[in-house]
């Protein structure tokens, strides 16, 4: 079946059965590899992405649920004044140790500081949870939302702007 996605604000054309999960999708037929396949039943966090600004398991999201909804994965999270500011602080704070997991955890991140731009350390540990971590980076993540919030809302004070995902 033809589908129409609003993926990185762009609309790609994709011909898939309606039960293909958007992981499959974004890595098989776009070519988009960042969004990583980790454990198959939204348990892990590997495969998150955006729908509408909603941080959401894709390898349990069939290509049929998306709908209209817009797509963002690791690939365009660069695009948003959050994403921007979350990987300066990944960048500064050398959070990556492996990198398998870090583009879900950057995901859900920026999903957090959307919803809540000046996230507690309960906040991101409640909201990060569900994002494993087999390094154990899991301090490191903490401090990067951190810094990212303080860089977001630097960044927004001095555009005037508010910053989105």
């Known amino acids: 079946m033809k589908y129409s996605i609003n993926l990185n604000g762009k609309v790609r054309e994709v011909d898939v059965d309606a039960?293909?999960?958007?992981l499959w999708v974004l890595r098989d037929v776009v070519g988009?590899?960042?969004?990583?396949y980790g454990c198959g039943i939204a348990f892990c966090g590997a495969?998150?992405?955006h729908l509408d600004g909603q941080a959401k398991r894709s390898?349990?999201?069939?290509i049929s649920a998306v709908g209209d909804a817009e797509v963002r994965t690791i690939e365009g999270l660069?695009?948003?004044p959050i994403g921007k500011a979350l990987q300066q602080?990944?960048?500064?704070?050398d959070v990556v140790q492996c990198g398998y997991c870090q583009s879900g955890q950057l995901m859900s991140a920026a999903g957090l500081l959307a919803e809540n731009p000046k996230p507690s350390d309960?906040?991101?540990?409640a909201v990060m949870s569900g994002n494993i971590c087999r390094c154990g980076t899991y301090v490191r993540i903490r401090a990067g939302i951190s810094r990212a919030s303080k860089l977001a809302s630097e960044s927004a004070n001095s555009s005037g702007s508010g910053a989105s995902i």
Not at 89 to 93: D, G, P, Q, V
Not at 122 to 125: E, N
């Open 32 to 36: 988009l590899t960042g969004t990583k």
């Open 89 to 93: 602080a990944w960048r500064e704070l």
């Open 59 to 62: 390898c349990v999201t069939p």
């Open 19 to 22: 039960d293909t999960p958007l």
């Open 78 to 80: 660069h695009e948003t």
């Open 47 to 49: 495969c998150t992405v």
């Open 122 to 125: 309960a906040d991101i540990d």
